[in-house]
């Protein structure tokens, strides 16, 4: 049977679609528990049938905030390609379903950056499937305030092999904070400004373990561990693929802490490192015409492929 070139091509988008849909019909976010420091926690697994073939297993960082992240893991995956195998821990304190509107005490005692990197760790080494894996055969994927933990667990962890990160960048968060505020961004040119933030830094150096005073939504205790840590010198010291991502007019993270970046590696161009900047896009990746995001996190796999070769 002879079909028009119009038939032919719709033929085969509709037998695209139908092979495209059989391929992840069998993808499966399995939900438990594991014990860490003694308490019960609570990670999910995001993978396909086995016969799909065999998968880069990714261990899956979350951004900031205490609203229930674990359900909504799949949605970042919809444009990988199968198969797909993902971890990602729940953070203390965090009930399912939770909105992010009121953080527990549980979550805010618990949540600083070394905490989040102490148990990403601990769960790397006693979640079983994680615990059995060789040196280098893990990547790890982080977003916004999980792109500050990402690298640090990359260079203490030997399983680490590959190392992702979104919305992330070299610079100091502090120094982000300054960097919008010179260039007139708000909130943080009006209604704060340089000097209320010079003067926040230094309330918060002062009294840095402090639940009870709070800044843009965080206590102190949140802000000491986070504002002032500079990744640059982490990143320096890895030696597995790199790859970051962050949009142009990013309102959380100043893109010159992405540049940094950039221009650190440029000069150690025996490093593998890549940096994708989306023009027009937010924090989330996410332009006026486009989301990024998935495309990012789609295009992974092939990264991953790529950067063995490499």
Not at 84 to 103: M, P, R, S, T
């Amino acid at each position: 049977m002879n079909l028009s070139p119009i038939l032919r091509s719709t033929a085969l988008a509709a037998t695209a679609a139908l092979l495209a849909t059989s391929a992840f019909a069998a993808r499966v976010l399995d939900e438990t528990t594991i014990q860490i420091d003694g308490q019960a926690r609570r990670y999910y697994h995001l993978h396909d049938a086995p016969n799909n073939g065999p998968a880069t297993p990714m261990v899956l960082l979350s951004g900031s905030g205490c609203k229930d992240f674990g359900s909504r893991v799949p949605f970042f995956f919809e444009r990988y390609p199968a198969p797909v195998n993902v971890y990602f821990l729940e953070k203390i304190g965090i009930q399912k379903g939770a909105d992010g509107k009121a953080c527990s005490d549980a979550y805010n005692e618990a949540d600083t950056l070394e905490q989040r990197v102490s148990d990403t760790l601990a769960f790397i080494e006693q979640e079983p499937r994680l615990k059995a894996m060789g040196a280098r055969s893990l990547a790890i994927l982080g977003f916004s305030e999980g792109g500050a933990v990402a690298p640090i667990v990359a260079l203490r962890s030997p399983k680490i092999g590959w190392l992702a990160t979104g919305g992330s960048g070299g610079l100091p968060q502090s120094q982000s904070f300054l960097i919008f505020a010179g260039r007139g961004v708000p909130p943080y040119a009006s209604p704060f400004s340089r000097e209320i933030f010079l003067n926040t830094f230094a309330a918060i150096k002062a009294d840095p373990q402090s639940l009870g005073k709070s800044f843009f939504g965080h206590p102190y205790r949140y802000w000491s561990s986070h504002l002032f840590y500079d990744p640059l010198p982490t990143y320096a010291q890895l030696d597995i693929p790199i790859i970051a991502a962050m949009g142009e007019k990013d309102e959380s993270e100043a893109i010159e802490s992405g540049r940094a970046l950039r221009d650190y590696f440029a000069g150690h161009p025996e490093k593998k490192f890549t940096f994708i900047e989306y023009p027009g896009a937010g924090h989330t990746l996410q332009a006026p015409n486009k989301a990024n995001l998935q495309d990012f996190v789609g295009g992974l796999a092939e990264w991953f492929r790529s950067s063995v070769k490499r």
